[in-house]
C-alpha cells in the first residue's frame, strides 16, 4: 500500500474566517496541530502510552504553504505522508485538500523530535512507535515526494 495516511477530516469552521472571508492563516496551523495529533495517536503515541512511557513529540521547525483561499464550511481533509526519519526525528508533510475535489489547499512540513519527559531531553523511539514508524515509511516510500518540500523562503532575482 503506498497511500498517504488521512489523520483529519472536517469543514471550516465560522470560528477559522477572518475580515477577508477566508480561513485565517494562524487557523491553518491550529487544523494542521489537530491533524497532527491524529498522526501521533495512529503511530501509537496516545495520551495513554505517552503518560505509560514518558515520552512526547516536540516539534521542531515547521513551514506551511497556503495554496489556494478556504471558505467557511468547505470541507478539509489532511493527510500524512513520512518523507524520512531516524532513530529520534521524523519529517512529514501534511497535506490540506479539499474534501470534495481533492484540490490541495495547503501543505505543511514538519520535523518532530521524540523526548523523554522524565529526563527532559531527547530520547530514541521506543522499539513499539519505531517498528510503526518503519512500517508507514515502508508503505509510502514510492510516494513521490511534494515539490515544497525543504523549500526555504526568498524572493527570486531578476537579472
Known sequence: MTAKMKIFEGPVSPDWIDY???MNDACYVVVFAQALDNFIDQIGLD??????HQVSLYTLQSAVHYLQE?????????????LEHDSKKLRLVLSMQHGDSG??????????????????????F??????????????????????QAGRGIALKRQP
Open 20 to 22: 477577508n472571508g477566508h
Open 47 to 52: 495520551a495513554d502510552y505517552r503518560a505509560q
Open 70 to 82: 478556504v471558505k467557511q464550511g468547505e470541507p478539509l481533509q489532511i493527510f500524512a505522508h513520512l
Open 103 to 124: 484540490i490541495e489547499l495547503a501543505l505543511l512540513e514538519t520535523l518532530l523530535l521524540h523526548m523523554d519527559m522524565a529526563a527532559k531531553r531527547t530520547s530514541p
Open 126 to 147: 521506543l522499539p513499539a512507535t519505531l517498528a510503526r514508524i518503519e512500517q508507514l515509511h515502508a508503505q509510502q516510500a514510492e510516494l513521490p515526494w511534494p515539490a
